[in-house]
């Protein structure tokens, strides 16, 4: 019997943009909760937040340091450097991504590291 895990998914505008509306009635229709003005480190000292997925963010480097789990999509828009340094988790977008997030999300001992290294 397999055990499907249920998680709460939120989506954070960049602040210093406007808000897309079709993300944001995506969001709504979907059930997810949006941000938009408010930094990263205020919501992640507010909420529970497992972890964060981006492309290249500052949010990436500080998630370590509030036990959340930086996961970046793997693209062209990504910094490589993250990868190289092993101070996020990659994502492929063309692979099972439920998959990954749960293999991610047990890697406790790699987020400690990361946040060793980082911080």
């Known amino acids: 019997m ?17 808000q897309n509306l079709d993300i944001l009635n995506y969001c ?13 480190e205020k ?7 497992l972890g964060i997925i981006a ?3 500052s949010a990436l480097i500080n998630a370590s340091y509030f036990e959340t789990f930086p996961i970046c999509i793997k693209s062209s828009f990504s910094l490589n450097y993250y990868f190289k340094e092993k101070i996020v988790f990659p994502l492929k977008m063309d ?23 980082i911080w």
């Open 55 to 57: 492309t290249n963010s």
């Open 95 to 117: 692979t099972n991504i439920l998959h990954q997030l749960n293999n991610i999300f047990k890697n406790k001992k790699k987020l400690k590291n990361i946040k060793k290294k």
């Open 2 to 18: 397999s055990k499907k895990k249920d998680y709460n998914l939120a989506y954070k505008f960049r602040p210093n943009n406007n």
């Open 43 to 49: 919501l992640a000292s507010r909420q529970n937040i």
């Open 28 to 40: 709504k229709k979907n059930k997810i909760k949006t941000f938009h003005k408010v930094s990263f």
